[in-house]
């Protein structure tokens, strides 16, 4: 997801290696170092410039050999470690959870993946060549819409960071996507491009045909089913986080520090990025739907979900599915997964799968900057294929 925040790289990897602290521990296990992925997450703080960094690598087979991995700071202030289970916000991981609700929906004949959405919000989408008419609920789950995203125009951001507790409705984030021209004809072929006003507007749909809130929804279907005790969607105007969690930092130009902005108002992000969760839940998740898991999603249905839009503009390899990236591992196979990112913090998730289609283990990876441009993004791939592919690994 992006934004307006800048990037002050120097300033945060002089603040980690001043008070930073590395330590890895496999859950309810001894501290372990020198591993393959202890450097390449202490490479993300003290060569990529993000204060703190956590990766907790789970293996489904052996649910209680998590390994959580931290090299950096948690606060920079106090020089406080990265805590072990570490709540975060996961920005556009939050989409997975909501194609997930949607697709459910989809199998109960509620919404119809290639219908209009204007058979659900009537009206709504108008304006600027953007026609809600012509726009497929497939379109919006797998960003070949056309609908330009909205975050652009959010009042957040270094030159304005009290903008980030103003509250927006869903319409208040649809309006500011609308007052832009179509990116490209919905469906268009060859075109795709990454729109977090369709999320938002496919939470409209969800609450449209249910009658209850995306996020009562998102919780009832997905998180509480599989017990994931640490994911939440915050509550309207909650701005800081439940739990232990590391503080997130936003580059301001000239500002002596970083600033920090663990507290926003999550409407600025909405049903297309406002979850928050530990590595740990996120692992769970991702390796209940992706090895597919019947509370979740039907064969039939995590198949639609998996079919793939080969002209994904993401990063190399990647292709977006409906609500997934498949991404090609260094090691052979792929990984399913998401990433995600608000000031703040930004997030990878992945699940391994051979070239059989058999899942094994799953990773994410939090820093608590928002990732400024490729060299950061990749150094975050880089990192989730290390977790994945590392033999000593859990």
Known sequence: ?????????????????????????????????????????????????????????????RPKRDQT????????????????????????????????????????GKIGLDAPVERYLPGLVRG?????????IRHLLRHTSGVPDFTGDLPFGPENLAGRFEHFSSKDLLDMGLAHPATFQPGAKDRWAYSNTGYELLGMVIEKVTGRSWQHEVTERVIKPLHLDTMYLPRTREYGLRGPHPHGYLPVPGAARLADITEFDPSNFGASGMLVSTPRDFNRFLSALV??????????????????????DLWPGAQYRLGLIRTPLTCGGYFYGHSGDVPGYSTLSGVAVDAEGRTG??????????????????????????????????
């Not at 001894?30 to 993300?44: E, H, I, R, W, Y």
């Not at 570490?86 to 109960?108: I, N, P, Y």
């Not at 600027?128 to 497929?136: A, P």
């Open 1 to 61: 997801m992006k934004t307006r925040s800048g990037r002050l790289i120097g300033l945060a990897a002089m603040l980690v290696v001043a008070v930073g602290g590395v330590v890895s521990v496999p859950a309810g296990g001894d501290p372990a170092s020198g591993s393959a992925l202890q450097d390449a997450v202490d490479k993300l703080t003290r060569e990529d410039g993000f204060p703190g960094a956590l990766a907790t690598v789970s293996d489904a087979a």
């Open 128 to 136: 600027n060549d953007n026609d809600g008419r012509k726009i497929h």
């Open 361 to 394: 283990r799953s990773a994410t990876v939090a820093v608590t900057q928002m990732a400024g441009g490729m060299e950061q993004g990749m150094s975050l791939l880089r990192t989730v294929d290390t977790a994945l592919c590392d033999r000593k690994t859990t």
């Open 291 to 312: 090895d597919g898991d019947p509370r979740l999603l039907s064969p039939a249905m995590l198949a639609e979900m998996k079919r793939p839009d080969p002209a994904t």
């Open 69 to 108: 991995v931290r090299s950096g700071v948690g606060d920079v202030s106090t020089g406080q470690p990265v805590p072990y289970d570490s709540r975060v916000r996961m920005g556009s991981s939050t989409k997975t959870l909501v194609a997930t609700v949607v697709l459910q929906l989809a199998e109960r």
